[in-house]
């Protein structure tokens, strides 16, 4: 009988028995690097499947553990940070399900360069002409930013070709992300890969937005723009809070 | 994103490197700051070593050329390559701001 495919589960900055229980409860495999020096504990574990899909739980992490996140094997980035154990275990649960996930704080998507990682990660499963890698890296840029500045901040887009419309920009985004209401709030980044293509969704916690035509000539606005020079098709979703953006490959 | 600038009496080129995002807001500040107060009559942006720009900066870029034109200062770019040139041409920002090759 062939083996079952089950995902697996690493952690970063997770102790081995929460790691046990959390892997328990999401029907998720505890993961052993092939050829590593395996777990402290003696019970049998499954060696990765090449093929399978290996979720990261973070507790707490390096930057440079956190930039690999996305590397091979891992194929999603989950940050335990605010979650009840019944809500990660949901969202190790549904991050499995995907080619690529990560369920990240606002600071954290931030600081990771989050559009570069997962173009990247898709580059990888699936090779592309490095212009076409860059625009796709741009497409997620401006989405995920839409997510933070407008969805988790909550702010608007800079009114007016001025400094004083700057400084205000300026200002508002360093008391937001500084703002434990604001950036514990999280984004999430689905991916799934086909023959064709790839179809990526960004979701924030945010209010909500109606996407407002794009003026000439202001200062912003010109983010969905880019996605649709750049996407074959996007939608909005769930009153703002979602796009969906379909790429060809 | 990083920059450096070279003053001379009739124009002044600022060398922009690496990436420009909304997070690089007060970097854009300080340096139209510096656009603002420098003698030359025409600044001049050389983006040859900047590899990546989102939406965001392109509407500091705008910000810095409308603050530029206020006191009738000449507002260029110059050497956009790569993702730079694209995004620069999606935006059709060659119609509002002068753009050398």
């Known amino acids: 009988m062939a083996p079952i495919q089950v995902a697996a589960l690493h952690g970063l900055g997770v102790p081995q028995d929460r790691l046990e229980r959390l892997a328990s409860a999401s029907g998720l495999s505890v993961w052993q690097a092939r050829g590593g020096a395996g777990g402290t504990r003696s019970r049998p574990s499954r060696p990765a499947d090449p093929a399978g899909r290996v979720v990261v739980v973070v507790d707490s992490a390096s930057p440079e553990e956190l930039r690999a996140g996305l590397d091979k094997p891992f194929t999603a980035l989950v940050e335990s940070v605010g979650l009840t154990e019944g809500d990660l275990v949901a969202t190790l649960v549904h991050a499995a399900g995907y080619d690529l996930y990560v369920s990240l704080t606002t600071v954290t998507a931030n600081r990771l360069e989050l559009a570069n990682r997962i173009a990247t990660a898709i580059a990888h499963r699936h090779p592309m002409a490095e212009a076409r890698r860059e625009d796709m890296e741009l497409a997620l840029h401006e989405a995920t930013t839409n997510a933070v500045i407008h969805g988790n901040l909550g702010m608007d887009s800079m009114k007016g070709l001025s400094i004083t419309a700057l400084d205000r920009f300026s200002r508002d985004l360093t008391a937001r992300l500084t703002d434990p209401a604001f950036a514990k709030r999280r984004l999430e980044v689905s991916v799934g890969i086909d023959q064709g293509g790839a179809t990526v969704e960004v979701a924030d916690q945010g209010s909500g937005f109606s996407a407002k035509p794009s003026g000439s000539g202001g200062a912003s606005g010109r983010g969905l723009e880019l996605i649709a020079a750049i996407a074959q098709s996007y939608e909005i979703l769930d009153g703002g809070r979602r796009i969906r953006m379909r790429f060809a490959l | ?101």
């Open chain 2, 1 to 101: 994103m990083e920059y450096a600038i070279d003053i001379r009496e009739q124009e002044a080129v600022v060398r922009l490197r690496g990436r420009l995002t909304f997070n690089d807001h007060a970097k854009l500040r300080a340096l139209i700051q510096e656009m603002l107060q420098n003698k030359a009559k025409r600044q001049v942006l050389d983006l040859s070593n900047l590899e990546f720009v989102d939406s965001a900066g392109i509407g500091m870029l705008l910000i810095a050329r409308e603050e530029m034109t206020n006191i009738d200062k000449q507002f260029v770019l110059r050497g956009a390559q790569g993702q730079v040139k694209r995004v620069l041409s999606v935006a059709q920002l060659g119609k509002i701001i002068s753009i050398e090759e």
